[in-house]
């Protein structure tokens, strides 16, 4: 699954989705990470409300399960959702690479319901009609 990261230097979540230097974008699985990609954005990126910046951000985490953040404004978080992204917040800045580590812990335990959800996102359902009774 790839998770996204609000950072401003490639190391820490320490971003506010909205005005974020930089989306990291990794692969994670049960048994490892590896860095996917580093957006970066330009321009006025303080906060003004103007929501049109969110559109580039948006469509850079469009194939992602989570978006993790140091904070997120209300409709940030609305259209986040509405792409079927789970959106996390930290409480004070965190490196990626630990948050990674907690993730990948997680998922070689027992998922809470949402991530065994997000997890699921992207897979093909199956239904076999062998184990169907007659």
Not at 29 to 39: K, N, R, S
Not at 103 to 114: A, C, E, I, Y
């Given at each position: 699954?790839?998770?996204a990261f609000a950072t401003?230097?490639?190391?820490?979540?320490d971003a506010h989705f909205g005005w974020a230097k930089n989306i990291a974008i990794y692969d994670l699985?049960?048994?490892?990470?590896?860095?996917?990609?580093?957006?970066a954005f330009e321009g006025d990126l303080k906060e003004d409300g103007d929501e049109d910046k969110l559109?580039?951000?948006l469509e850079a985490i469009k194939d992602c399960s989570i978006l993790v953040v140091a904070a997120i404004g209300g409709s940030g978080a609305a259209r986040v959702v509405a792409q079927n992204i789970h959106?996390?917040?930290v409480s004070e800045p965190e490196p990626i690479e630990g948050m990674l580590v907690k993730?990948?812990?997680?998922?070689?335990?027992?998922?809470?319901?949402?991530l065994r959800k997000v997890m699921a996102?992207?897979?093909?359902?199956?239904?076999?009609f062998e184990d169907e009774d007659a």
């Open positions: 699954m790839k998770v401003q230097d490639c190391k820490r979540i699985e049960p048994d490892g990470f590896a860095l996917d990609q580093v957006v559109a580039p951000k959106p996390m917040k993730l990948q812990d997680v998922l070689k335990g027992t998922p809470p319901p949402w996102k992207g897979q093909t359902k199956t239904f076999d």
